[in-house]
């Protein structure tokens, strides 16, 4: 049997993912919260290219699928819910350090552990997925890196906005609570989202995809760095409306 290069090529770029997630858990640990994020930034270019690598070079595998999730798992499921773990520490204690457990209430702990509700339904997410025949070509529930992404622009936000409503509201623990409870259920939410996958590059079949890009283009260039919540909502909608109201596909 000859040997080939390019059939490990996607598998690389899927292991320079998986690199990133675990460099994100070990830099939000150590208190570098900023890198955290631009590491999870880092993997989920890696996770777009892996797969466009894929399909180029037309070389797919069971093992490719698998461990795309699993490095997913830990890039779009841990990595975040340690970062968003940090961002509640921070709200509550105003430092990047626990108390003694004695001395944390019940109501605190809960409170601490709900970031990792991020983890626990992506796990849920990326195993339906990987069972579900509907999703070649679109997704059923919001994808893993998406609602990774969402969670941890909003710590850019907390650094970079002047917008004292949006500070006072990421900041605030029950609005954080509430996004988490939010995302988590739109993770495996039986709700169908269009995906960035050009099968040409043809207007007909890709309208939904070229009005998001180009509206997320605008939203970058006004809104810079605070953009990326704003465009993950914006995805949201327009499956929405591309489901229920005009199917612009």
């Known amino acids: 049997m000859r040997f080939s290069v390019k ?26 919260l900023l890198l955290a994020v631009y590491m999870i930034f880092l993997a989920a270019l890696f996770d777009f290219f892996d797969g466009m690598t894929a399909r180029l070079l037309k070389v797919y595998s069971e093992i490719g699928k698998q461990l795309d999730s699993l490095a997913d798992m830990v890039s779009f499921g841990v990595a975040p819910s340690v970062i968003v773990f940090s961002m509640m520490k921070n709200i509550i204690y105003d430092s990047l350090y626990l108390p003694p457990l004695e001395d944390l209430s019940f109501t605190a702990i809960l409170f601490l552990i709900s970031p990792f509700l991020i983890a626990v339904f992506s796990g849920i997410r990326l195993a339906k997925f990987n069972v579900d025949i509907r999703q070649n070509d679109s997704f059923i ?109």
């Open 141 to 249: 529930g919001l994808p893993t890196p998406a609602n990774a992404l969402f969670f941890v622009s909003l710590y850019i936000i907390t650094l970079v906005s002047d917008n004292n409503l949006a500070n006072h509201l990421i900041q605030n623990k029950v609005f954080l609570l509430i996004l988490i409870l939010i995302f988590s259920l739109l993770l495996i939410a039986e709700f169908p989202m269009f995906s960035l996958k050009f099968k040409n590059l043809g207007l007909r079949g890709n309208k939904i995809r070229f009005i998001f890009i180009g509206l997320s283009a605008v939203l970058l260039i006004l809104l810079q760095s605070i953009a990326v919540p704003v465009i993950i909502i914006l995805y949201i909608l327009l499956s929405a409306i591309n489901n229920w109201i005009y199917n612009l596909d």
């Open 7 to 32: 059939r490990y090529i996607p598998n690389f770029v899927t292991s320079l993912n998986l690199l990133s997630g675990c460099l994100s858990i070990v830099l939000a640990f150590e208190g570098y």
